[in-house]
């Protein structure tokens, strides 16, 4: 593709992801017009309740999304070139796993150990949550940090993250046989994601942390284009590949795990934007494509809360059911292209 | 000027040996060609070379400094491989792929610098693969992909480039074109060049020295036309009399 071509892309996508950041601003349960979201940007506007949707709802919910988007995908594409294998993704890792088993063990055992739902504890349970997914998802990371920095066999790295997810889900659903209804529903509830748990009080430290993820990533690309001519040929060009697939590791570990613990375990965006981007882009260059995955994670983020949130579902539908079914259409007829 | 040298060097997987008490060295200028039968060992020998695995027992010293004292960088600055499988679905252009071999100079976000620019373009002449920069690297044929890896190797700039079994899926013009362009190398640009075979007439063309490891784990290095002609290839490759004449005929 010419350079031409490329800027043009880049440029498009930015602008649809603009639109996309302002429709989230005014679609929703309580529809606002153009002209009265940019009296209330402009802070020209006095109404206290449409300054409060907006403000406190609607621009945090917008960016978490924008940011989750971004480090979710750009987690999927380092995982995907690391294992060389396109249905890799950050849940490889069994870092979501990991995440999941903490919330389990801290909204389900609360209940069994207290007798009171976790729900009743109010603020603090929030807090709870992501500190607890937070944990868990660390955890797993540094068994599979230690494991990386052992072993050199990616395929055994592969089984290794898909045996620890399996591990944890098994655990969490033994914790949840013995938990209160109340809980389990918290539990799902979780699980099921959302754009929305982040806030204006959380903000700062959601973005700085997702910045810093999405910072390092860069720094990645030419040690993953070596590693796309196979590991024998990346070592000989000096590639220390143990030290490099723990670094890899670390960073998408990392972004997977401050998404999930302050958004819940979002699937398939991933899996499935480092696809669009290679496919849009004609290229396996990372220089090219870690920028480029970033945006059309975000993108795609903006675009599942805005479907999430249209008017007349009255409140969110569950962001891991929208990403899901607008993801996998799109992978399938990538993939189809793809062939031909 | 000797560039490599084993000393009682054995190779092999988890501490068992394959071959054992390996004793040669590689000079500048050398052109090579390790034959034996498959499972005899020669691409355990390759990713013994390239570090991949470690030695069973004995010493690999390059420019006389021990090879496992080099870092990896320094290490890659001195020993360039070709394999025998393509990196395949790669969505990199030819320029890319040859700039990989850039990596050791290159700084962290491997931006290429005149000097660099110069190298990919000279390595990708050299191979006769100029008209493909520009094209993506998937698109390639098996013997094209073969000279840009090739070119990568040559762009790494090392004193040693091994390849390993390098004609496997050439046409017989292409393989006379692939061991012309060796040979080129090993004289012109002063490198050693090792690599495996399994076409025997060819080698002996086009090589000084052969290395044999045979199936019973034994591992003999000698001259090329020497090994012919004092009926040590013959023994080795089960030579009908009449193929060895011809043979023998033809290298003499």
């Known amino acids: 593709m010419k350079n031409r071509k490329i800027i043009i892309g880049i440029a498009g996508i930015i602008l649809f992801g603009i639109m996309l950041f302002i429709l989230n601003l005014f679609v929703g349960s309580v529809t606002i017009s153009f002209k009265e979201i940019f009296k209330v940007l402009l802070k ?20 978490t999304a924008l940011l989750a988007g971004a480090a979710l995908a750009v987690a999927g594409l380092l995982m995907q070139t690391l294992f060389r294998n396109p249905l890799a993704d950050p849940s490889m890792l069994g870092i979501s796993s990991g995440a999941s088993l903490g919330v389990g063990i801290v909204i389900l055992l609360t209940g069994a150990i207290s007798g009171a739902a976790v729900s009743s504890f109010g603020w603090w349970s929030t807090i709870g949550v992501s500190l607890a997914a937070f944990i868990g998802a660390i955890v797993v990371l540094l068994v599979m940090l230690a494991f990386s920095s052992r072993i050199k066999n ?5 089984i290794i993250g898909l045996m620890i997810a399996y591990l944890a889900s098994s655990i969490t659903d033994i914790l949840k046989f013995f938990s209160l209804k109340e809980d389990i529903h918290a539990f799902v509830i979780w699980g099921m994601g959302s754009f929305s748990g982040v806030g204006n009080s959380k903000m700062p430290v959601f973005a700085i942390s997702i910045a810093i993820g999405l910072f390092a990533s860069l720094f990645l690309a030419k040690n993953l284009n070596i590693m796309l001519l196979g590991e024998m040929y990346a070592e000989n060009l000096g590639l220390n590949i143990k030290r490099n697939s723990v670094i890899i ?26 696809h669009i981007a290679r496919f849009l882009f004609k290229s396996s260059d990372h220089r090219l494509l870690i920028p480029v995955t970033m945006l059309i994670g975000m993108n795609m983020a903006l675009f599942c809360n805005l479907i999430a949130r249209l008017p007349g579902l009255d409140g969110n539908l569950p962001i891991n059911a929208v990403t899901a079914f607008i993801g996998a259409p799109v992978v399938i007829s990538v993939i189809m292209k793809r062939k031909k | 000027m000797e560039i490599l040298k084993t000393k009682s060097l054995s190779i092999g997987y988890n501490d068992k040996a394959i071959v054992s008490n390996i004793n040669v060295s590689l000079n500048e200028g050398d052109i090579i060609a390790l034959v ?11 990713k013994t070379f390239s570090t991949h695995i470690k030695p069973v027992s004995g010493l690999i010293e390059l420019f006389g400094k021990n090879l496992n004292q080099y870092d990896n960088k320094n290490r890659a600055k001195m020993l360039g491989i070709v394999l025998t499988e393509r990196p395949d679905d790669i969505f990199l252009k030819v320029s890319d792929v040859v700039a990989a071999g850039r990596a050791p100079y290159t700084n962290m976000f491997g931006k290429l610098n005149d000097i660099d620019e110069h190298e990919i373009k000279v390595s990708l002449e050299l ?25 990568k190797a040559i762009a790494q700039n090392t004193p040693i480039i091994m390849l390993d079994e390098p004609t496997a899926f ?23 060049i090792l690599f495996s075979s399994h076409d025997l007439e060819l080698l002996l063309r086009f090589t000084d020295y052969v290395w044999i490891m045979a199936k019973n784990q034994t591992f003999m290095a000698g001259k090329s036309n020497e090994l012919l002609k004092n ?10 009399d009449e193929d060895n004449d011809f043979l023998l005929t033809k290298n003499m």
């Open chain 2, 170 to 192: 050439l046409d017989y013009p292409s393989k006379i074109e692939l061991f012309s362009l060796l040979k080129k190398l090993a004289k012109e640009q002063r490198k050693a």
């Open chain 2, 36 to 46: 034996g039968p498959n499972g005899a060992g020669k691409s355990t020998l390759f």
């Open chain 1, 44 to 63: 020209y506007n006095t109404d206290k309740t449409l300054n409060i949707i907006i403000f406190d709802y609607r621009l945090p919910q917008a960016l």
């Open chain 2, 127 to 151: 191979v006769g693969a100029n008209n493909l920069i520009d094209r993506i690297f998937n698109t390639l044929s098996d013997g094209e992909k073969q000279k840009v890896m090739i070119a």
């Open chain 1, 249 to 274: 590791i670390l960073i998408s570990g990392y972004l997977t795990a401050i998404v999930t613990a302050y958004c819940g375990p979002i699937a398939f965006v991933g899996l499935a934007m480092p």
């Open chain 1, 154 to 158: 990616m395929t055994t790295l592969i």
């Open chain 2, 231 to 240: 009926g040590i290839l013959k023994e080795y490759f089960n030579l009908k």
